[in-house]
Nanobody
Framework: QVQLVESGGGLVQTGGSLRLSCVAS????????MGWHRQAPGKQRELVAG?????????ADSVKGRFTISRDNAKSTVTVGLQMNSLRPEDSGVYYC?????????????WGQGTQVTVSS
């Protein structure tokens, strides 16, 4: 099993910055891609940024040039960071860390508990 613990959310003004962190522990050798998703009230959860085990990143069009995802594969943990700059009110929501875990015949998505990001106008 893989456990994900997120941190770093908070309240920031428009144009400000925040950095989110997600630490994965447990069966980390089975983790493939990881990513950050967000969900605003009344909206579906959407992918913000993803990163493969090799460090290849992809971003939602709305955050390209403003957000940077990173990944650090250590011996017993994997840490995925999300640096968010030039924040806008529409970036507000609950941010969830996700890990795709290889279970042999299929992949299973594991989720963190979420961290709130609020950008005031």
């Amino acid at each position: 099993q893989v456990q994900l613990v997120e941190s770093g959310g908070g309240l920031v003004q428009t144009g400000g910055s925040l950095r989110l962190s997600c630490v994965a522990s447990g069966s980390i050798a089975n983790i493939n891609a990881m990513g950050w998703h967000r969900q605003a009230p009344g909206k579906q959860r959407e992918l913000v940024a993803g990163i493969t085990g090799y460090g290849r990143a992809n971003y939602a069009d709305s955050v390209k040039g403003r957000f940077t995802i990173s990944r650090d594969n250590a011996k017993s943990t994997v840490t995925v960071g999300l640096q968010m700059n030039s924040l806008r009110p529409e970036d507000s929501g609950v941010y969830y860390c996700n890990a795709n875990v290889d279970l042999g015949d299929y992949e299973e998505a594991t989720w963190g508990q979420g961290t709130q990001v609020t950008v005031s106008s």
